[in-house]
């Protein structure tokens, strides 16, 4: 009766561990493929150039590139226009062959490079951040980009663009070094710039008029749009933009006279101009308390 009984069990058993290791086993790939930024392809010299340029690196930028390399992107930042950073790269060699191109090149002072997982470095300092990975790695990263960097950092990713973002710029061309890397020629340099962040309610006052305006903002990453109320009236705001910091929409208020807005996002505060019929008047408007 044992030995029936063991029989039985030891199959089904066995069957159980099977599925369980199986299990295990395609888990464990997955968030391999999840940590996995992709493999090392670097960008060819004329493309670095373009995307310094494009991102209007300056000696107070501090350039932060996720996915470093041999850290050619930030080397030039530092060396042809002053700036300074550092690159995120989770291979060993890269990493040290990063930083002894900085102490040859005498810029070991102004910039370095860390062995360290891209989706938890401290991103926060970055005046520009640059990346070449692949599509999925980039689209993964943007809430990050949303919640850490602030409004009017430059980002500049290297042919794969971030879903759900209007790119302020971007550059297409064909470059034969690039054959040599991915195989296609094709080159798209994206620029974005972060938005600072604006939806709700915001109360205000039009100049040289009693009339309240009541504004309400929506938000998708960088797209805006919304609703503007003057006294019983309600509008559907035109040509809304937000660049960074700087807010700009028309409330078409009279046909042939819109109102133009423009302001700088100061926490709950927008403070700018409104221009209608060639006159420009102080404005300012407040979030209001959820």
């Known amino acids: 009766m044992v030995l029936q ?3 039985q069990v030891v199959p089904v058993f066995a069957a159980r561990i099977a599925c369980v290791l ?17 493999p090392y392809v670097p960008s060819p010299e004329s493309v ?76 926060s300092q970055a005046t520009v951040l640059t990346m070449y990975l692949l599509p999925n790695t980039v689209n993964m990263l943007s809430e990050k980009l949303q919640k850490e960097l602030r409004p009017g950092t430059r980002i500049i990713s290297h042919d794969y663009g ?4 209007i790119p302020e710029e971007t550059r297409q061309f064909d470059l034969q070094d690039k054959i040599k890397i991915s195989g296609v020629p094709t080159t798209i340099i994206f620029l974005y710039v972060v938005p600072a962040k604006v ?31 003057v006294g019983a009236r309600e509008f559907t705001i035109e040509d809304a933009k937000i660049i960074g910091d700087l807010v700009t929409f028309r ?40």
């Open 5 to 7: 009984f063991t029989h």
């Open 199 to 229: 939806a709700g309610a915001w109360s205000s006052s039009l100049p040289s008029s009693q009339q309240r305006l009541q504004l309400e903002l929506t938000q998708q990453v960088n797209k805006l749009g919304g609703t503007a109320k």
């Open 251 to 290: 409330v078409p208020v009279e046909r042939g006279k819109p109102l133009s807005f423009s302001g700088r996002v100061k926490g709950s505060a927008i403070e700018g101009t409104v221009e209608t019929g060639g006159v420009r008047s102080p404005w300012s408007a407040a979030l209001a308390a959820k």
């Open 162 to 165: 971030l879903t759900g973002w």
């Open 48 to 123: 670095v150039a373009d995307m310094l340029k494009v991102a209007g690196i300056g000696p107070t930028d501090f350039v932060i590139d996720l996915g470093s390399g041999d850290g050619r992107i930030v080397l030039t930042a530092a060396k042809v226009y002053g700036a300074q950073g550092f690159g995120v790269e989770i291979q060993d060699h890269l990493v040290k062959l990063s930083n002894e191109a900085a102490r040859k090149e005498g810029l070991a002072d102004r910039v370095k490079f860390v062995k360290q997982d891209l989706f938890k470095t401290d991103i």
């Open 22 to 38: 199986t299990a295990w086993l395609f888990m464990a790939a997955a968030v391999a493929q999840q940590i996995n930024a992709g």
